[in-house]
């Protein structure tokens, strides 16, 4: 241990210690009309000087962690996965197994579990759809949000005002979602893409601020609530259905009454949803368009000079982003009776992006796998709800630090020569 | 002169206010992108922390029974820029270095995660509610005939004039005379050639995030005074603000930050005199969206060549 490491340590000490002690060993407090500063409890100050401690020591002993840290092996996840040969004639069967698995699981579980796992697909499909844009086509969007909202209020408004059923909806507001997104792009595409995440930043701002203030048409903050649930073929899921002389689900098929069966069917349609978006990318995906997202994403100037039209791609890749984002947004109006702009913040963007960097960008299994991780781990660690957030920024830092292909990365065919 | 353009004046007065304070921010998303080419998202929470270092040290000296105001603001604006500084240099060693030289999203992304980071680091540690200082710098001039409309300029507004004033021709001064300054400008100017001429670039690097969180931290405070009330979730609207004025002026350049932070804050002002307020952030956006469209390298940007 040379002088130089503890010159280090006692530096990153300092740093820490200058970095906590005001912002976490002062808060600010309104005492009586009058601001005042109050110290931290002896608690909290326990933390910072074990926080201190550590980056102090770690500092210190910064050759032994590191070397711990490569000790420990790396879970290779592509390695669990059965072999490619097998799996290419395994797949069908796979597949197969899981769509039986998924539709047979909600009847035996609790209703709060079925109403997560939609959730958990909802943002599964929000991931996917901010997949293309960013994942496969190198877009980074940061505005993904607004899509969402647009479809989920395109589908409450139709709804409220015309009457219209969640399934003529669902293309509507795919298609309004889509539009604004060919709206947005076709000017903005042809932008570096930093410039790209800046401007789509402000377009979701400029849509939460629109919802906020059209009162008159959105409700503002207040929001648009009893929104019509969906319907199997005109059968609603009600105790007694709305309309004279219409038949609800439980009255058609003579059973009793359960409030179940509505979390279920919303559950199924989302898993019916999942698999149409995710088959459709997945085709698109080998079409040269979805060829030509990725060789736009890793090399823009060869692209151009074979001759591809980069703002007709990227705008491909935008506008089908911004439909899932739409198709998504539907089913949530749909599934929450109730939507306000509240549920259309930047953080929300945000999260959709984790699940991206996290599972991986590009690869489909990661993002899925992602969402459920993203979505199960704050039910289950809720006496922590409120670092939820804190952690979720550092994860991102941390991910790009030290795996930023993510959880999953996307692999695909390759050849690769193997050095001697 | 008429009521219509003494209500213009005070706009214009109200927008040059908020406007050099956005030119304070913008500077060192500008700065940090000239020479490492990439979108410092976190920049926006350093203000916030500045404004909140200024509220704690201010209700501190208050609360010690210190009286002399100027000593005070003093105080405050040394330690909220020492601080927002170590809060910029550690993300910087943190978050962004690690990661030079890898695919241009990968930083980006890493800079979102720090900027959600800190402000829920705020939160918890200073709570979500805003926080509110009684008004420290109170009283102005008013011009005009008092039956027709009166145009005031208050003392706070003419201390943000000044404070913006000097910090701007000490940057200058500093980026065109001294010796740190000429390698900041060789930075921008050529990364790979300045290191192989034997300049410490890392520490060029790092010195820019210093120079633009103590900038940003200097406007944390004015605003902070001009507002009265701070929250944690001031610095992302603030930095998306102080991006458009960047981007507006030309990345890049800081000449172009000033003067697109001046032309972003008037625009507000002028916006929220004629439309509802909520509006301006509408404005202001679409203003960026129609500067990239149709001179994607700002006002006083140069043109950006791509190269192979």
Known sequence: MNSSKLYNAVFAAGISFILACLMIGVKLDTDSTVLAVKGATAEQWAWIIGGIAVVFLSQLFSTQVDALFRAIPKPDIQALLPQQQKFATLKPWLIAAIIVVMMIWPFMVSRGSVDLATLTLIYIMLGLGLNIVVGLAGLLDLGFVAFYAVGAYTYALLSQYFGMSFWACLPISAGLAATFGFLLGFPVLRLRGDYLAIVTLGFGEIIRILLNNWTSLTGGPNGISGIAKPTLFGLEFNRRAKEEGAMTFHEYFDMDYSSSYKVIFLYLIAVLLVICVIYLINRLMRMPIGRAWEALREDEIACRSLGLNRTAIKLSAFTLGASTAGFAGCFFAARQGFISPESFIFIESAIILAIVVLGGMGSQMGIIFAAIIMTILPELAREFSEYRMLLFGLLMVVMMRWRPQGLVPMKRPNLELKQQ | ?308
């Open chain 2, 1 to 308: 002169m008429s009521e219509f353009s003494l209500y213009l004046l005070q706009q214009l007065i109200n927008g040059l206010t908020i406007g050099s304070t956005y030119a304070l921010i913008a500077i060192g998303y500008t700065m940090v992108y000239g020479i490492i080419g990439m979108i410092n998202f976190a920049h926006g929470e350093i203000y916030m922390i500045g404004s909140y270092v200024t509220f704690i040290v201010i209700a501190g000296l208050l609360g010690m029974g210190m009286v002399s105001l100027p000593i005070i603001l003093i105080i405050a604006l040394v330690v909220a820029m020492f601080i927002a500084s170590t809060y910029g240099w550690t993300i910087e060693r943190v978050a962004y270095r690690p990661l030079r030289g890898s695919n241009r999203l990968i930083p980006l992304i890493s800079a979102i995660g720090m900027s959600i980071f800190l402000q829920n680091f705020v939160v918890l540690s200073q709570g979500s509610r805003d926080v509110a200082l009684p008004p420290q710098i109170t009283g102005g001039w008013n011009f005009g005939d008092p039956s027709v409309f009166e145009v005031s300029l208050s003392y706070m507004q003419v201390l943000i004039f000044i404070i913006t004033f000097i910090s701007m021709t000490l940057l200058t001064l500093f980026i065109s005379r001294s010796r740190m300054g000429r390698a900041c400008r060789a930075c921008s100017e050529d990364l790979g050639m300045t290191n192989l001429l034997g300049i410490d670039t890392n520490k060029i690097i790092a010195l820019t995030f210093i120079v633009g969180a103590a900038l940003a931290a200097i406007a944390g405070l004015l605003l902070g005074l001009y507002y009265g009330v701070v929250n944690p979730f001031v610095g992302f609207i603030a930095g998306l603000k102080a991006f458009t004025a960047a981007v507006l002026g030309g990345i890049g350049s800081i000449p172009g930050a000033v003067l697109g932070g001046l032309i972003l804050g008037v625009t507000e002002a002028m916006t929220s005199a004629f439309f509802p307020s909520e509006y301006k952030d509408v404005v202001s956006f679409g203003l960026l969206v129609l500067i990239l469209l149709f001179r994607p390298s700002g006002l006083l940007g140069k043109p950006e060549v791509e190269k192979v």
